[in-house]
């Protein structure tokens, strides 16, 4: 084949490129696809170098500017050879999502990430699914037989509200966020759209199957960090402390009524209320009605913050909490598809389960 059409479709790649505004990321898979149609042999047929072309181009489409993939889309990358699909979901009742991805239905050689498993344990409040340790989370990424250059689609159930906590969690502990989508819709609307799924039983990764005592050297898994934007109790109680004067603003994903204290906790026993000076924005009515996997538009969601006293353009950074540390990344996902830059956004990792089980914390109530 000659040079000029080789060069023709490393123009139509660059062209695709420039025009969706890739990231440096990206560009390299720009060059890695170039690199294989320009010392692609002379004798190459035209059918494989358009296939590398397709599949290249199909990858940095998932670079999308928002975090969701439609499940239309999520489909067509099913057959992408560098796509993993994770099951996030968990629920905060009866239903057990790790008991429903094991018992199927579930996407075709998708994968189950459990949040209260791949976690920080013995928490001196009990607060569940705490970010992990890295060393933790690398070797749980190597038992789902995920790698750093992984493209991962994060879907969950009808009901599960917490695929946007494991997205928060893989992107805090490292993954590269370019290479991390969440699917806008749930299981139901994968298999409603024809989506290949596997039925019967599967057995999920559990650490209790790890070997921690595993070398570090000898994880394959080497993109781990610590837990990036995360506040703790000590950093949430300066900012209540400073009160205006802060440089963060709290802002609460708990319905109404927990959060002035009138409606009960779901767990036992904790009292309700809320930290001084936060704001309250019920992570539900950020989403369409009835569905937990899909937000309103932009515009809807700048208002709905706006009329909660939260300007997502504020140069403030914005602390999310909720009752656990899953609903607050509700916020985060929001707030960043309203256009905020993502790195001026955290998560309070203990939430309202750790701050109303502290002796000392203050706590206001509607009177």
């Known amino acids: 084949m000659s040079i000029q059409i080789k060069f023709a479709f490393v123009l139509f790649i660059l062209s695709f490129a420039l025009t969706e505004s890739f990231t440096g990321n990206d560009i390299k898979r720009y060059l890695s696809a170039s690199k294989k149609i320009l010392f692609s042999s002379p004798n190459t047929p035209i059918n494989t170098l358009t296939r590398t072309y397709s599949s290249i181009s199909s990858t940095l489409k998932m670079s999308s500017s928002s975090n969701f993939l439609s499940v239309s889309e999520c489909i067509q990358r099913h057959s992408l050879e560098n796509t993993i ?6 629920h905060l009742s009866s239903r057990d999502g790790r008991e429903e991805y094991e018992n199927g239905p579930r996407i075709q050689n998708s994968r189950f990430f459990d949040i209260d498993d791949v976690a920080t344990k013995n928490h001196p409040h009990n607060v569940p699914h705490m970010m992990p340790p890295k060393k933790l989370f690398a070797l749980a990424m190597d038992n789902l037989e995920i790698s750093p250059s992984s493209d991962i689609i994060i879907y969950g159930t009808a009901g599960s509200f917490s695929t946007p906590r494991t997205y928060y969690t893989l992107r805090a502990m490292g993954h590269d966020t370019s290479r991390l989508h969440m699917m806008e819709g749930s299981l139901k609307e994968w298999i409603d759209a024809g989506g290949p799924i596997e039925t019967g039983k599967k057995e999920s990764v559990k650490m ?80 369409e009605e009835g569905k937990m996997n899909k937000f309103l538009s932009k515009e809807e969601m700048v208002k709905i913050f706006k009329e909660a006293g939260v300007d997502v353009e504020t140069d403030k950074k914005i602390v999310c909490t909720c009752g656990s540390g899953v609903t607050a990344c509700v916020l985060t996902a929001a707030l960043e598809e309203c256009g905020r830059d993502p790195a001026t956004t955290m998560i309070y990792d203990g939430s309202w ?13 509607r009177e």
């Not at 699909?85 to 968990?90: E, H, K, L, Q, R």
């Open 85 to 90: 699909f994770v099951d996030g979901s968990w």
């Open 208 to 287: 209790e199957d790890m070997d921690l005592s595993i070398n570090t050297d000898d994880i394959k898994y080497d993109a781990a960090v610590d837990a990036k934007n995360v506040v703790d109790y000590e950093e949430v109680t300066d900012i209540v402390n400073k009160g205006e004067d802060s440089d963060s603003i709290i802002v609460d994903a708990r319905s109404a009524g927990r959060f002035v204290g009138e409606a009960p906790e779901p767990r036992p026993g904790l009292k309700g209320g809320h930290m001084p000076g936060a704001k309250n924005v019920p992570f539900n009515i950020l989403m």
């Open 353 to 365: 389960i750790e701050w109303a089980s502290t002796e000392d914390a203050p706590v206001i109530k």
